[in-house]
């Protein structure tokens, strides 16, 4: 009888177990809930939300937040039935191309006209609205460098000495956005010829392609390398963290991407995204960017974020982001078969 | 009453009717969780980027890259050397708790565990703080890098030994004693002994635990991506296509390319369950190991060392977890287990993550355990066990991300009477379940093939239904193998990542993407603090099992025994 016992009792707790996530229950409140995709730092999404549902009380915000790619390859996916209302915080290069596939529904938010026209999709009515820009700078490691007697760098040109062999980190363009606005950055400035010719020789002093825009800075920040080229806004939260890090602006200039707003095609509460979509361009919010990003769209915005160099706007390159979206397979190509395909183990 | 004449066609008896009909269902359910979602993906490879048709141009392009070449080769040489590593550690380390007399032995059980307790993040991160520029241990490379193939293959090795361990512990669990007190009274050699009995016994559970290495190194791409450096691999070729540059149409190519392994898998097994037979006869007597010194010695020794390696890699990443910025300020705080500061979700991504699990363990333990005895004991009706077989074996061959991304088109098709289930936890469970389905099934099928077919074949003359004797004496058996089944999809289940990053949706985050959103946002080590209450939960659950397992379930064992 021992085995009808533990049957029975299996049984029991399948039940309790299927029970646990059954139906949840019934949401009883009268507030729109919106679904807003988003690449927004983590810790950001809380005084975001707050502060958004403090001004509209009857819409509710529910994140989906991850990083670039995924929130991307996730929107993309789902293009055919779409699952957001929004896109709050997503880079301008992916959004873009959903506006060429006609995934989104234009919208011209309230107080778009306020805002630095670079920060604007060029449409009547917009496509997508800027809220903020992110660079690609050089992180470098004041304790390593000090201990093994390597100077900081000033410039890009600087990044191909031999003494920094080995000891580079950047992101892969093929896997990162920042790592091809980076790419893009120096074939802009250089000209396409002597671009590729700086890569051959910065390629000696890279230790690692990573799959990720943040990842270099912050490998070092921890002193697992010299130099990473990468997203601005981790390298300086790591300082604050207490990281010995210092943030390099290359005298030449700086690639530089913007994190976007739009309207999903479909949304059934066009209503209330339209209402995020003048929030989010409105002078409050920009005074939320500005905390964390060096540079924001509203003009005239206090910045804020700590660690940063001043004037920024200043060291951005002319960036033509319609020529990057067209020249991006032919340049990944190139890229990927100068610096890719023989990046097997490095010889011991 | 019919007549057996061999050679005439027997009519199908009610038993067989009603177990056809269970495979014609199992395979429907398996092509509603694997097939098509699998296949919505795949089709994109024949679409250029906006939908239109193509043939073949994408492969084209695709072969004639010459990186494609470099990460094939690759990958087949990490999984290789991966492999050639894992089988024989894990066998011997599977003969040591099977067949000696181990101290302990239910800790070493525990501890060979540990690895699938933990999300692929952790072991990363251990490396790094053991062997990385600034680690402890760098001297022991000897001027290498763990960035590449060193670094691949140490956590390759670290992360599939458990599942290797699984597979053969339950192949060579059940052996017939009477076979080994036979060779002994003929005075076989201890050494001719393990050539012709152990090892062929357990020759099925050695293909098995080395092709779901072998596969399971080809498909992983979080552990290359972490620490692979420059190393390409076919895996983070789908990624950078995928998550890089939304390209579903190149990234379905590689996924393509992908199921080679898989396929080839698949073949291998046919060939070698021809030749399987029945280790557990109704009239076998189960093989209790006798105390003998220096091979007690020897193998105690042994798996000290590897438990030992196993427990270095987490007691790294339990006190990365306690410490306040690596390395530069190694004090030691709780405040990384506060995960309400780093994400929004807080602790509610950790009991989502305990929900899933549990409904995972057991809708999934259910669905495996019953097919793979359907698939097992149906008698003729080749043709659809062998799609189910085929079924099976797939999700083995697929990265999370092609599957993840599959689920998308399919269960969000515009008309999919499934939709309702997208954005749901019900998704995650079906999810998870489908991604782990190979491994369940292998074990499941390994326990049923050691069950003498003379159990079915007393039941049917004594008139006793099939299902009867099912749940009466064939799932009683197989216990132990049932439990280590939702006990595996339960771990994984906390654990996996790859494929439900795409899923969740607000109110159903679980802690293992949590805790890679956390690792990006630079919070290293309260990433390490969620990996380790993940792995404490799985470790309880299992502690919770082995307990179960020696005061409770070791009666319905007892008649093994003599």
Sequence with gaps: MIDRTIFRRATLAGAAALAMFGLASPAFAQKTKLTVYTALENDQLDPFKKAFEADNPTIEIAWVRDSTGVVAAKLMAEKDNPRADIIWGLAASNV??????????????????????????????????????????VCFNTAEGKKNNKPVPTSWADLIKPEYKDSIVMPNPASSGTGYLTVAAWLQIMGEEAGWKYMDALHQNIAQYIHSGSAPCVQAAKGERLIGIGLDTRGASEKTKGAPLELVIPKEGLGWELEVTAIVKGTKN??????????????????????????????????????????????????????????????????????????????? | MSLVVPGLKVGLSRDDLM????????????LMMLGLPLWALLAKGFEDRDGKFVGLANYVSYFSTPALFQSALNSLQVATITTLIVVPL????????????????????????????????????????????????????????????????????????????????????????????????????????????????????????????????ITDFGIAKVIGGNFN?????????????????????????????????????????????????????????????????????????????????????????????????????????????FDANGWDSYWNSVRMALGAAVFGTLLMFTGAWLNEKTRGFGMMRGVVQFLAFLPMAVPG???????????????????????????????????FYTVGHLTAATALKQIDPEFEAVSASLKV????????????????????????????????VSSVIFLYAPDTKLASVAAVNIEEAGTTAAAAALCVVIVLTSAAVKAAHLIADRFLFARLQVWRRR
């Design chain 1, 96 to 137: 873009g191309l959903m506006a060429s596939m006609g995934m989104l529904e234009p919208y011209t938010p309230a107080g778009a006209t306020a805002l630095n026209p670079m920060f604007l999709s060029g449409k009547t009515p917009q496509t997508w609205v800027g809220m903020d820009a992110y660079l690609s700078l």
């Design chain 2, 90 to 217: 894990a066998f011997l380390y599977a003969y040591a708790l099977t067949r000696t007399v181990l101290p302990m032995r239910w800790l070493f059980q525990g501890i060979s565990l540990i690895p699938i307790f933990a999300p692929s993040l952790l072991p990363g991160l251990a490396l790094i703080y053991l062997f990385g520029t600034q680690g402890f241990f760098k001297a022991l490379l000897g001027g290498g890098s763990i960035y590449g193939i060193d670094g691949i293959v140490i956590a390759q090795v670290f992360y599939c030994f458990p599942h290797a361990t699984l597979i053969l512990t339950t192949a060579l669990a059940t052996a017939d004693a009477r076979l080994y007190e036979a060779a002994e009274v003929l005075g076989t050699s201890k050494r001719r002994i393990f050539f012709t009995v152990t090892l062929p016994g357990a020759k099925y559970g050695l293909i098995s635990a080395a092709l779901v290495v072998f596969t399971l190194v």
């Design chain 2, 233 to 341: 691999v076919l895996a983070t070729d789908v990624y950078k296509k995928v998550i890089g540059q939304q390209d579903f149409s190149m990234g379905a190519v590689v996924g393509m390319v992908l199921l080679a392994p898989a396929a080839l898998a698949f073949l291998v097994d046919r060939l070698v369950q021809r030749k399987q037979v029945a280790l557990l006869t109704a009239r076998a007597v189960p093989l209790v190991p006798r105390p003998k010194l220096g091979r007690d010695l020897f193998f105690t020794a042994f798996c000290l060392l590897v438990s030992a390696a196993i427990l270095t890699i987490l007691g790294m990443a339990i006190w990365g977890s306690l410490i306040k910025y690596w390395p530069y300020n190694l004090s030691l705080t709780l405040d990384n287990y506060d995960f309400a500061k």
């Design chain 2, 465 to 496: 239904p099939i299902w009867r004797t099912f749940v009466r004496v064939t799932a009683p058996i197989c216990l132990p193998a049932i439990l280590d089944i939702a006990i595996y999809l339960f771990v994984n289940a906390m654990t996996t």
């Design chain 2, 401 to 435: 991300l092609v599957l993840g991304l599959g689920y998308i088109f399919f269960f969000n098709a515009p008309g999919n009477p499934l939709g309702f289930l997208y954005a749901t936890m019900g998704i995650l469970v079906l999810n998870t379940v489908a991604h």
């Design chain 1, 270 to 348: 066009l209503e209330a995204a339209k209402k995020l979509a003048d929030w989010a361009a409105s002078k409050k919010a920009n005074e939320l960017y500005a905390k964390t990003y060096p540079i924001v769209a509203y003009p005239g915005v206090a910045i804020t974020p700590p660690n940063y160099p001043p004037n920024l706007e200043k060291v951005m390159v002319k960036n033509d982001v319609e020529w990057m979206a067209k020249n991006r397979d032919r340049i990944l190509a190139e890229w990927t078969k100068r610096y890719d395909g023989k990046s097997a183990p490095k010889a011991k």
């Design chain 2, 19 to 30: 177990m056809r009909a269970g495979v014609v269902l199992l395979a429907a359910i398996l």
